[in-house]
């Protein structure tokens, strides 16, 4: 990653104002555009179709307003598209849902009160005329807010006749849950009785069209992997950190400050730590000193999609080309965590079980650790099954019960604690979260690989400011 690396810093050394090119390793955003509108025409026609059929039903209501979206909404909408417009409803349509296997009727997709999306929506508005002055009034009140859409609504629904429509309603996950109280009343008292009795609140709906991703987008989040292990690469080095002057803050804004150099965003400020030999805490933003373990949390925003890594550093001392063994090895009781929960990982088992499983290995093995990974993607804490909390290392109730499905993404999350002798058998907490793909055969890979060896930080270099 060192090459890699050195492309990143490249920014920081003074550059004639002529000579400043900008580095955008996803492209231009018009170009980043192109590419999430086609993604999202093949998750319209090919996954929304299958989820459907999967959970019962054969429409999917999905009314918001702006500055109130539904947590499924960057999953239906453009990349140019960042808010509802006043009052919109987007439904969705199977009339093959319940039908023989060879009926050909179309997916029908619609939004009232939004646009086409670039063409993957059929999009109606109200064209009601006003009804006097009076009633123009409350007409043009109604427009302005959206309220008229509803009337839409039960006009295109009518014409449908449907036998279960979803609504995004739980009480377990938030991602199922963006049907807001008022939208939900206004809903029913405009549809009346005889299609209110219709709704089905398809928990995992939702879910799984968040949490489903493609192959072509895969490919992309290997490319921000790339770009993340770069960063970390640099920042854990003397190009960053001069033992002795250093702080950690000095790193965390590095970081920040190279995500935004690259036009990317990310979604958690970052943070490093220091572990130190002889000391039980160093403190808050303590000063980076030689033979200190560190350790950052760390993710990027790109193309709607995030990343989130976690991996570890060490300063050498004076004299030293390695890290001590006792310290590989901790490291190395990480990665072993690391396949135990990988390998535990199957389309069809729940968050919980895989906790349970990964655990039992855990303790087998002697590893003295804990295990909070979660699903990733379109939100840094994802859509999906939980497997494990800090706090909650029985099971994650509800949210651990969710199951793994192919064609979803994981951050490994944990850590391995152990004594160390070349620190007076210290405990050193080795912390570690990569992210993993679940492919569409249901067997799981790292998105790019898994850090197993440590990043060395030497006594040479001047860091950049």
């Known amino acids: 990653m060192r090459a890699f690396s050195l492309l990143l810093t490249l920014a920081a050394a003074p550059l004639a104002a002529q000579q400043i090119q900008t580095y955008r390793p996803f492209g231009t955003l018009r170009e980043q555009a192109d590419i999430e509108q086609r993604w999202l025409d093949q998750r319209m026609k090919t996954v929304?179709?299958?989820?459907?059929?999967?959970?019962?039903?054969?429409?999917?209501?999905?009314?918001?307003?702006?500055?109130?979206?539904?947590?499924?909404?960057?999953?239906i909408v453009s990349p140019t598209t960042m808010a509802a417009r006043r009052r919109t409803i987007y439904l969705f349509y199977d009339p093959c849902a319940f039908v023989r296997a060879d009926c050909a009727k179309p997916f029908e997709r619609l939004a009232m009160g939004g646009t086409s999306q670039g063409g993957v929506f059929t999009a109606i508005r109200s064209t009601k005329a006003a009804a006097g002055p009076a009633g123009g009034q409350v007409q043009a009140q109604a427009e302005l807010w959206g309220d008229e859409q509803w009337q839409v609504l039960k006009a295109e629904i009518e014409k449908r006749n449907p036998?279960?429509?979803?609504?995004?309603?739980?009480?377990?996950?938030?991602?199922?849950?963006?049907?807001?109280?008022?939208e939900l009343e206004g809903m029913k008292a405009a549809l009346g009785a005889k299609w209110v009795t219709r709704f089905k609140h398809a928990d995992?709906?939702?879910?799984?069209l968040i949490a489903t991703r493609s192959q072509e987008e895969a490919a992309t989040y290997k490319k921000m992997q790339q770009v993340v292990w770069g960063i970390i690469d640099t920042?854990?080095?003397?190009?960053?950190?001069?033992?002795?002057?250093?702080?950690t803050d000095d790193v965390v804004w590095w970081m920040r400050q190279k995500v935004n150099d690259l036009g990317l965003g990310t979604w958690f400020h970052p943070s490093v730590?220091?572990?130190?030999?002889g000391v039980p805490d160093p403190g808050d933003n303590p000063i980076i000193q030689k033979g200190d373990v560190l350790h950052c949390d760390f993710g990027i925003t790109a193309m709607r999609l995030n990343t989130d890594t976690q991996h570890m550093g060490y300063v050498l001392l004076d004299g030293e080309t390695d890290a001590p063994p006792g310290l590989k090895a901790a490291l190395g009781n990480s990665n072993r965590l690391q396949d135990i929960v990988l390998g535990e990982i199957k389309p069809g088992r729940t968050g919980n079980d895989i906790l349970k499983s990964s655990r039992a290995r855990m303790a087998a093995a002697g590893i003295d650790g804990t295990i909070y990974s979660h699903p990733i993607g379109l939100h840094g804490h994802g859509?999906?099954?939980?497997?494990?909390l800090w706090d909650y290392q029985e099971g994650v109730p509800g949210r651990g019960d969710a199951k793994v499905i192919p064609n979803m993404w994981f951050s490994i999350e944990l850590q391995a604690t152990s004594r160390v002798p070349e620190w007076n058998n210290q405990?050193?907490?080795s912390a570690q979260e990569e992210?993993?793909?679940?492919?569409?055969?249901?067997?799981?890979?790292?998105?790019l690989a898994r850090q197993t060896e440590f990043h060395f930080v030497r006594s040479t270099g001047h860091a950049v400011p």
């Open 273 to 277: 730590e220091v572990q130190r030999k």
């Open 383 to 388: 859509a999906g099954p939980l497997i494990g």
């Open 427 to 429: 405990p050193v907490r």
């Open 48 to 75: 929304l179709p299958a989820l459907m059929k999967k959970h019962g039903v054969d429409m999917w209501v999905v009314p918001m307003r702006e500055y109130n979206e539904d947590p499924v909404f960057s999953s």
């Open 163 to 182: 036998k279960a429509i979803a609504i995004d309603v739980s009480r377990v996950f938030a991602f199922n849950d963006g049907l807001s109280a008022g």
């Open 204 to 208: 995992d709906l939702a879910l799984d």
């Open 435 to 447: 992210d993993a793909v679940v492919g569409p055969d249901g067997v799981v890979r790292w998105a």
């Open 235 to 247: 920042a854990f080095s003397s190009v960053v950190i001069t033992p002795g002057v250093t702080h």
